[in-house]
């Protein structure tokens, strides 16, 4: 069974499926593939969407990081990375949601992008974009900081909605701003620092941005 994940190492969102097939300690070969990889006709076929990552197991394509994640946990033995009890399901799938809704757009896309990537590319940051991201990127770790009344998200084991949200605010974190608002929330920093002392977030740090990781 030969399994193949295709994305771009920084990408927090393929930096989450290779964490869940670590974690799962499946054997994965990682394609990696540039953001003008996403426009030929190739990758069309495996994602018309154009987004990464796509996960491929032979004749088997998926794409949509939710459904990745959930098949690298369902589809492999290994430690389970879901809850089983409904609510807890629906708690995990709930965060999964703040994550690519919410976290991912403003956090990411704006914040991260602006402050870290874009001086990386050598362009200008915004500061504007980057003040008004940090508000919003303040009230959603607010929800975080208190939602966090166990040591992962839902409960006492680490599960899909840690791997994807973990992915998210630890390119928050790398932030000037965000490495500040991060702190300002003690369990949110003791969450963060659990998840990346993992081997899974260790071996999936982005060569790019091996100096830009804080604490
Ligand atoms: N809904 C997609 C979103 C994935 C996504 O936005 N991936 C980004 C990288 S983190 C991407 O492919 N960006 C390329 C682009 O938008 O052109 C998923 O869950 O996989």
Redesign the pocket.
Known sequence: MSLTLY??P?????RA?RIALIEKGVDYQFNEIG?DH?ATADYAAL?P?????VLQQETFVL??????LGYADEAFEGVPLQPIDPKSCAQMRKWLGIA?NYL?PVG??QLFLQRVMFPIMGNEPDEAVIAEAAITTGQQLDVLEQELITPFLVGDALTLADILTGAMVYYINMTREGFALVQARAKTAAWLDRLSQRQSFQQTLADLLIDKAQG
């Open positions: 994305g771009f920084v990408s927090p969102n393929v499926a953001f996403l994602n969407f154009r987004k990464m990552p794409y949509e990081t939710p459904a990745i690519a991912y990411v896309m």
